[in-house]
């Protein structure tokens, strides 16, 4: 299974910026980071992924440490549309062929505060 | 496109009954897997399919069946439903595997009752 540790739930003001950390110490060197987001009551949804170097899209950044043992996801902007579940996800390393799905964990619930 | 499409939306069973969940994309997705999802919980993976032909079991499959006749459908077997298979279904589609970047679509989802 994908190893990767993040807080159960965040807190941020609205219009402020958000860090969403995420450790994956047992990384290895081909898993892709993603992150997926999931709103209620609907189905999760991509926001970004990468691999060695900082990706920026339109939802948010990802910024990866340079040892890949950890990353942070960041919204720049939070608004009242952006509390949900934040899923960081890797690739299952152990899988026995290349088709490996995604395995989320419980993700970090993000309230935001008018 | 209509993207991920998921019936029934909300369904109830009584014990030992048995349903299936239809799942298609029109998005030609190769890729095609069945998540539950308990209250509070994150996403557990069912069953997935590679291609047409082609289904594999995940981290809960007891309880389930799938099968992939076509590119476009993949339905959920629930046979003798159990209250433990209590949750919300996500069914979801993706145009590349794994081994790198790719992008999962989900469909809205469908939350089952057994009672």
């Known amino acids: 299974d994908a190893k990767t540790t993040q807080p159960n739930s965040m807190e941020s003001n609205e219009e402020e910026p958000v860090h969403l950390p995420c450790n994956h110490s047992t990384i290895s060197g081909t898993d892709y980071i993603h992150w997926y987001r999931q709103l209620p009551s609907q189905g999760p949804e991509y926001v970004i992924h990468?691999?060695?170097s900082n990706v920026n899209n339109r939802m948010a950044s990802l910024a990866i440490a340079e040892d890949r043992k950890s990353s942070t996801l960041i919204l720049h902007r939070a608004t009242l549309r952006d509390a949900a579940v934040y899923y960081c996800i890797l690739r299952d390393p152990l899988a026995r062929s290349g088709n490996t799905p995604l395995v989320f964990g419980k993700g970090t619930r993000l309230s935001v505060i008018a | 496109n209509a993207g991920v499409t998921q019936t029934p939306k909300f369904r109830i069973l009584k014990i030992g009954q048995s349903m299936t969940l239809q799942c298609a994309q029109d998005?030609?997705?190769?890729?095609m897997y069945w998540y539950r999802q308990d209250p509070g919980m994150g996403l557990k993976l069912i069953y997935y399919s590679v291609g047409a032909g082609i289904t594999d079991k995940g981290e809960v499959p007891n309880g389930y069946n799938v099968s992939r006749s076509t590119t476009e459908d993949f339905p959920l077997r629930l046979e003798l439903a159990a209250p433990s298979q209590t949750s919300v279904y996500f069914c979801?589609?993706?145009?590349?595997?794994?081994?790198?970047?790719?992008?999962?679509?989900f469909g809205e989802g469908s939350r089952l009752t057994v009672l």
């Open positions: 998005m030609n997705h190769n890729y």
């Open positions: 979801a589609s993706s145009y590349v595997a794994f081994r790198g970047p790719g992008e999962l679509f």
């Open positions: 990468g691999l060695t």
